[in-house]
DNA sequence: TTGATATGTTAGCCATTGCTTACGTAAGTG
DNA sequence: CACTTACGTAAGCAATGGCTAACATATCAA
């Protein structure tokens, strides 16, 4: 799971993140997650796959209900993808300033 | 410019994300970008658009060329929308802690 | 102006993908 | 056991999107 690009198609889907978002709030089964989306439950079970091998989501069963929540670590890993590129940026800034000088 | 769709709909493509990365390295103009990239330089011209649009760099003419370089401002924008989701989860985390109580 | 350099734009093609419908599966209930 | 509930999977379709080739535009130099 869990390149880079895997999240970023994961998240840029408005569905997904809508998912993804509710996910944030509180956890929850599909047939839950379903109910306030205009698609049906099967396009919900596709999206969330995606979601879950992009290690976005995780899931627990609960009976007959899978109960799905955010997962940390897709997060995190999205987080700091930002912060290195950020933080180039920043060395290179830096750097055109002092040839500048 | 700059709704969350766009940002994570212009990080998703691999080859719009490479030309991100190297534009987070050093400011660049789109020839010498295109370079290293297996595609032409119109596809290169195309992406360039996309990740302008968004937010994520920010172009500056110099004679007949286009110095492109990391734009600050959808990337604050991206690691804030993570930051929400990320808070969101923490609170809920929390809340269903204390239920347990 | 004429030419060269650097880049953006358009048209069309092919692959990808999000959606629905139909079906498969597994865990509870009588 | 049969039945229901809750969910995942597969097939097929329509729309999106990234690519190339060809063209348009703009700046500089001679």
Redesign the pocket.
């Known amino acids: 799971m869990a390149n880079i690009s895997t999240l970023f198609?994961a998240l840029?889907?408005p569905?997904r993140r809508k998912l993804f978002e509710r996910l944030a709030m509180r956890a929850m089964?599909?047939?839950e997650l379903a109910k306030g989306i205009?698609?049906?439950?099967?396009?919900?079970?596709?999206?969330?796959?995606?979601l879950r091998e992009a290690g976005l989501v995780a899931?627990e069963q609960d009976?007959?209900?899978?109960i799905y929540s955010l997962d940390p670590k897709g997060v995190e890993l999205t987080r700091s993808y930002l912060d290195r590129m950020w933080n180039r940026a920043l060395l290179g800034f830096k750097a055109a300033a002092e040839r500048t000088d």
């Open positions: 198609v840029s889907d569905t089964p599909v047939g205009p698609v049906t439950r099967p396009a919900v079970s596709q999206h969330l796959k995606v899931v009976g007959t209900r899978r």
